[in-house]
């Protein structure tokens, strides 16, 4: 079955990085289009950045020129590097497919929270 790991999420104060990763098992990675989405608290999953099969890429307007997301297929895992945090970061990260309506099952996300 297919099975989706985030981490590298914590802790950090503003303007400060982190490096997410998800590993994907049960999958043809090589073969799929990828998201990191998000969701703080009260508030709706978000997707924030996306890389398709090819290596293009698609950011949210909120983190265009901050988060940089990439791929590795020989580690099935897709990163998301984040530069320049900020408060409004904060929120739950989380892994899947990039096409609405073509989820696998979520994983547990990784916690990100930016500190004023």
């Known amino acids: 079955q297919v099975q989706l790991v985030e981490s590298g999420g914590g802790l950090v104060q503003a303007g400060g990085s982190l490096r997410l990763s998800c590993a994907a098992s049960?999958?043809?990675?090589?073969?799929?289009?990828m998201g990191w989405y998000r969701q703080a608290p009260g508030k709706q999953r978000e997707l924030v950045a996306a890389?398709?099969?090819?290596?293009?890429?698609n950011y949210a307007e909120s983190v265009k020129g901050r988060f940089t997301i990439s791929r590795d297929n020989a580690k099935s895992t897709v990163y998301l590097q984040m530069n320049s945090l900020k408060p409004e970061d904060t929120a739950v990260y989380y892994c899947?497919?990039?096409?609405?309506?073509?989820?696998?099952?979520w994983g547990q996300g990784t916690q990100v929270t930016v500190s004023s």
């Open positions: 899947n497919a990039a096409v609405p309506g073509t989820y696998w099952p």
């Open positions: 049960g999958i043809i990675f090589s073969f799929e289009a």
């Open positions: 890389i398709t099969s090819g290596r293009s890429t």
